[in-house]
């Protein structure tokens, strides 16, 4: 696999900082002005690209309140409500879409969305976004993952609940309709997540089963998850992000907040950064701490022909005299010449 692709200009892959994505979802609680407040948190936390989601209620699902068109979860946060409701108060409207879009870019922002349909890939198309994003549910959509794949742009996939043969079967579409830069991300598609629930580990398993870039789409509250997901080679995070939680929304519960999608954008390149390569020995920056290890040292003044004892020997720091492991070979030996306290023990010292 090659080392990495470029999404709007920027290089995504594990060999270069992680790519954060902040996912406005239904954030903006139907208001133009708080969508362009939460683009501009976004920019000023750090994050690198601003997402939205690309529909309509009716492309969603039918405007229905009854059997399996009602939530009835008692887990769900949106338990009570349709899902025609539900989507009519989170969708973000059309016309929104090129100002948000336009603000993103300006604050130095690469911004795109999920489509779920084909009028809205066509949409986004008009809109010319650097690449698309599959949602969770949309997943096993395999007509839906063609259209957008024969746009020969980047596709991010999110995994929630998908199986490896239907992964396989999504990818093998995706790919055979002319995608060649192709993410998947570990998703758990509830909402919140819990850490205990996330199982991370599936990263580098779904990077190695099917030849591609990986990362983490995020609904556990915090920066732990995602922190930990980038050791195990995440080379994109997605959250979802809202300017407030306590001023509500469908998605506020799971969303960060900006103070906290600054930490995660610090946090996440950190844990890049550190990963380096597998290395053993003194690094250039550690060359002035070996002055700091233990070596062996005269502790009490002694005359020439003295005989070298656990009393007047000891390992101490700095590290200026024989490594500590030398101590049974000298014990015993005398000194050729007077000391002082504090003297580094060199063999020419020995006699």
């Known amino acids: 696999m090659i080392d990495g692709f470029k999404i709007g200009g920027r290089m995504i892959g ?48 039918l405007d229905l309140d009854e059997r399996e068109f009602h939530i009835s979860d008692p887990n769900s946060l949106w338990t009570g409500t349709s899902l025609y409701k539900l989507y009519s108060e989170a969708y973000t409207p059309w016309e929104w879409h090129k100002p948000i879009f336009e603000r993103a870019r300006k604050l130095g922002m690469i911004a795109f969305s999920t489509p779920f349909n084909d009028t809205a890939v066509d949409f986004l198309e008009s ?32 995994t929630g609940m998908a199986t490896v043969a239907e992964l ?16 998947l991300l570990k998703c758990t598609s509830t909402y919140p997540a819990t850490a205990d629930n996330t199982n991370i580990l599936t990263i580098p398993h779904l990077r190695d089963l099917f030849r591609c870039e990986v990362g983490l789409s995020d609904h556990t509250l915090g920066v732990g998850v995602s922190v930990a997901s980038v050791a195990l080679g995440a080379s994109i995070i997605e959250k979802h992000f809202t300017l407030n939680r306590a001023a509500g929304g469908v998605d506020s519960a799971f969303s960060m907040e900006p103070v906290e999608m600054t930490q995660l954008v610090l946090e996440t390149e950190r844990a890049w950064q550190s990963l380096g390569h597998v290395s053993y020995g003194i690094t250039d920056a550690e060359q002035m701490s070996l002055q700091y290890r233990r070596s062996l040292y005269i502790v009490q003044n002694m005359k020439a022909g003295e005989v070298l004892t656990k009393d007047n020997v000891q390992a101490i720091r700095p590290g200026l005299g024989l490594p500590p492991k030398y101590l049974d070979i000298i014990l015993g030996r005398i000194v050729k010449l007077d000391v002082v306290r504090g003297t580094a023990i060199k063999f020419e010292l020995l006699g």
Do not use: W
Request: hydrophobic share 40%.
């Open 168 to 183: 396989d079967e999504t990818v093998r579409a995706a790919r055979d309709a002319g995608c060649k830069d192709l993410i």
């Open 127 to 158: 809109l010319d976004v650097p690449c698309y994003k599959i949602a969770s549910f949309e997943n096993t959509d395999l007509p839906l993952i063609r259209r957008v794949a024969a746009t020969g742009k980047p596709l991010i996939i999110s």
């Open 14 to 61: 594990k060999n270069h900082p992680p790519f954060i994505i902040a996912e406005m979802s239904g954030n903006h609680n139907q208001s133009l002005e708080r969508a362009l407040e939460i683009v501009a948190a976004a920019a000023k936390s750090g994050a690198h690209a601003l997402k939205i989601q690309t529909y309509t209620p009716d492309t969603m699902t």
